[in-house]
């Protein structure tokens, strides 16, 4: 059988995904830096080759083409095509989203539909298996709420401006997002204050802190550039309070975090509840991304089941958590290998 590989470029990660015969060999992330430089692409791309050589068969999706480094959608979308088909081969499709799969010259011509499509591969192929319901995937940076029927994607908007509009995307994501940007207040010592509108701390500190995040989640340097333990975190949280961790006892941060982790999931479901009522859309709720976790917990508070995109498309234990935390990289292999 002939494997294929799927590649979800992002502006901080890249995922990239195996596939053979519907089954899923194995799904991983590499740190991406895309903001930084495009050079951070082909050294990521260069480090996945030890997974994918032999290879023939390359589909690849981006939202990386909102990166700093580049001035515009346009000319993201067309850098990394011409980067990936440069390093890959010549066989690479892109996903166009709308259109389906296309050269990297076509992608480039596309390149509106092109551009941060990759919720729509895994909603394509999430509507195909489960027919009905909505599809919630919380990466590290975004949450994509995307509800389908009947084997189809309802989605209301298409970009992400429309998309931030109808409330199917929600920019707040389990590990990159600064607490500043969830949350203005917080709880401490039983008293509400004010907290500082710094980047001092991430949504991966408040996870750390609350015990609750997976030790490969977070590959990113820390805003202080410190290291990753309980304490460090916990320091960081701190100092959004203005305060010291060392004199409080390590109960008072946990409650802290809880907060805040409750206001950030309060924003998402919120997002939720307004796509199911839009679209009046019932039935299954699949959850991807690597909060798929907290997701899951959210629908079931809400009443609703969950269950995980890995679970959904019949990948193995060993490599349902990496396929359902990778998706959109999963579900471009899958639709490029059986189209339709």
Sequence with gaps: ??????????????????????????????????????????????????????????????????ADVFPDRYTGVARIAEHAAALLGRDVRVWMGRPGFGSPAEAEERWADTASANWLATATLVARLAHTGILIDMGSTTTDIVPFKDGTVIARGYTDGERLRTGEL??????????????????????????????FATMADVRRVLGTLDQDA????????????????????????????????????????????SEQMRTIEAGVRVVLADTGVAGTVIVAGIGARE????????????????????????EEFAATAYAPAVAVALLLSAPG
């Design 170 to 199: 929600v920019y707040t994501g389990l590990t990159r997002t600064p607490v500043a940007m969830v949350t203005q207040r917080g709880l401490f010592r039983g008293e509400w204050q004010g907290l500082a509108r710094e980047a």
């Design 218 to 261: 977070d590959q990113h340097p820390t805003s202080d550039g410190r290291g990753k333990s309980v304490a460090d975190s916990q320091a960081r949280l701190a100092r959004m309070f203005g305060r010291d961790a060392e004199p409080v006892e390590q109960a008072e941060w946990q409650l802290a975090a809880r907060v805040i982790a």
């Design 1 to 66: 059988m002939t494997v294929t590989a799927g590649f979800d470029i992002g502006g901080a990660h890249l995922k990239v995904a195996l596939v053979e015969d519907g089954r899923v060999l194995l799904a991983r992330e590499f740190l991406c830096p895309l903001w930084r430089g495009v050079e951070y692409l082909d050294a990521a791309l260069a480090e996945a080759r030890a997974l994918t050589a032999g290879v023939t068969h390359h589909a690849i999706t981006m939202t990386g083409e909102l």
């Design 295 to 318: 997701a899951a917990d959210m629908a079931a508070r809400a009443g609703m089941t969950a269950v995980t995109f890995g679970g959904l498309i019949g990948a193995s234990t060993q």
